[in-house]
């Protein structure tokens, strides 16, 4: 950069020098600030539609139980790619971490959209596990189409959120799904009144209340995933 200083003393080359350096490393900041900008935000929210796409897959696979025998490999499949996409976000959100410690991004902290995945899939084990086996026949009129809209709604959900965040725009509205889980309370409500819980075997009643907890949580992480959707998917 400065061939004029080659030949000079030692004080001036060692000036040189340093100048050298600084320019470089300016240089180099500025490259990686505006032309080559952090990307790791922005993989995070790739990452996070992939997951919420196949999340989608996964919850048609875990409802249908309710109603018929379930296709166990189809979903281990996808249990096992909703692991392996967690251990990468897991790996990119380090990422955007070391972004921000270094003054290279603004973007908001993507920790939180990693806990809210992560209580998700435990969500989807629990519901799984209630729906290993068919709903009993006392019990499959007045929560199966409940558990079917749930599905459906659910379902159409977490396509539309990933979708927001490719596109990058705001989640969807979440009055859907707060009506569709109202309305399996309610129907579970009317099963508990009428009395048909207090005919079912101990495994089966705590299958059903096991299914009612495990609703709950998902509606709350549920709420917790739109805050963190609408985040990620503002352009910054």
């Not at 900008?37 to 696979?61: E, G, K, N």
């Not at 019990?139 to 977490?158: D, F, K, N």
């Not at 009506?179 to 508990?192: G, P, Q, W």
């Not at 009428?194 to 009612?212: C, V, W």
């Amino acid at each position: 950069i400065i061939p004029a200083l080659q030949h000079a003393n030692t004080l001036d080359a060692a000036i040189g020098r340093v100048i050298e350096i600084a320019i470089g490393s300016g240089a180099g900041i500025l490259v990686s600030r505006f032309i080559f900008p952090a990307r790791a935000h922005r993989i995070v929210a790739d990452t996070t539609a992939d997951i919420l796409r196949l999340s989608a897959r996964l919850v048609a696979q875990l409802f249908a139980g309710f109603g018929e025998k379930r296709d166990l490999s189809a979903i281990v499949r996808l249990q096992d790619g909703y692991r392996r996409l967690l251990i990468k976000l897991d790996s990119v959100v380090a990422d955007a971490a070391r972004e921000r410690a270094n003054y290279l991004s603004s973007d908001p902290d993507t920790e939180p959209i990693l806990r809210t995945l992560r209580r998700l899939r435990f969500d989807y084990v629990i519901v799984g596990r209630a729906a290993s086996v068919p709903l009993h026949d006392d019990t499959r009129p007045h929560l199966l189409p409940p558990l079917q809209r749930v599905s459906e709604i659910l379902r159409a959900y977490l396509s539309d959120a990933a979708q927001s965040l490719s596109a990058r725009r705001p989640p969807p509205n979440l009055d859907p799904i707060t009506e569709a889980f109202a309305a399996y309370a309610t129907a579970m409500t009317e099963l508990r009144r009428a009395g048909l819980t207090r005919d079912l075997s101990d495994q089966e009643a705590a299958r059903i209340f096991t299914l009612g907890f495990a609703l709950e949580q998902l509606r709350r992480n549920l709420g917790d995933l739109q805050s963190r959707v609408a985040e990620l998917a503002r352009e910054r």
